[in-house]
């Protein structure tokens, strides 16, 4: 078996809850979580040509992570805000832009790792309404259908403990680490992940640091996760 640490992180375009935009507090807070690879929600600005919250030489020059590439342009780092970082050295083998249903612009980005048997990541923000948010769930299943091992990382939107996961039942065990919505007061486990069967979670959590409780209105979590080793 081998071990990695994903995290998962709503960065709200590095704007705190001081309402200041400071990428790199929020780099802090990514760096802090010790993490693999770490997928990014509204890593990029919403209007326009939708210019990165992340400047590209502070990740490069601030961090121990390199810049997945999974922008179809230069300015942004993300598509549909969805960003992947993962720590130098990582094996990151291709990638995968997704488009998904529904009612708002969505999507997800699919990253392929050469760890173990091969490890898959999918990072997704999904939709407000429960009726898109399945039927996107069920495009990620669909979109991972040849992946032996894969996890769904994001910012799931669902408020529900138990409703709302059905499309990825067959295949995938939903998990949350904790509350990580509102970064304040936290009362919801909006951020999840889904894990395929033949993993393993060794160790799961949200960060409560006082820097993350200010530098977005989510709260990141993390997972230690045991991926089967490869095959003669």
């Not at 990695?4 to 929020?26: C, F, H, V, W």
């Not at 990638?95 to 990253?111: M, Y």
Request: hydrophobic share 40%.
């Amino acid at each position: 078996m081998t071990q990695i640490r994903i995290a998962s992180y709503n960065m709200r375009k590095a704007r705190g809850l001081d309402q200041k935009r400071r990428p790199e507090r929020t780099l802090q807070v990514i760096s802090d979580l010790n993490a693999d690879l770490v997928v990014l929600q509204e890593a990029d600005k919403r209007l326009g040509s939708r210019p990165s919250a992340l400047p590209r030489k502070m990740i490069e020059t601030e961090t121990d992570f390199e810049l997945v590439n999974v922008s179809p342009n230069d300015v942004s780092i993300g598509w549909h805000g969805n960003a992947v970082l993962a720590r130098k050295g990582l094996d990151v083998m291709c990638v995968d832009r997704l488009d998904l249903p529904g009612f708002e612009p969505r999507g997800a980005v699919r990253v392929r790792l050469g760890l173990g048997a091969g490890l898959t990541i999918i990072g997704a923000h999904l939709g407000l309404r429960r009726g898109d948010r399945q039927a996107q769930l069920s495009e990620l299943s669909r979109f991972s259908s040849e992946d032996k091992h894969c996890i769904i990382a994001g910012d799931f939107n669902e408020w529900s403990k138990t409703k709302g996961f059905e499309p990825l039942k067959a295949r995938f065990k939903t998990l949350s680490p904790g509350k990580s919505f509102h970064a304040r007061r936290p009362i919801a486990a909006l951020d999840r992940f889904a894990l395929s069967h033949g993993l393993t979670l060794r160790d799961a959590g949200v960060d409560q640091s006082p820097l993350a409780r200010v530098a977005s209105d989510h709260l990141p979590i993390w997972s230690d996760i045991s991926v089967p080793a490869a095959t003669c």
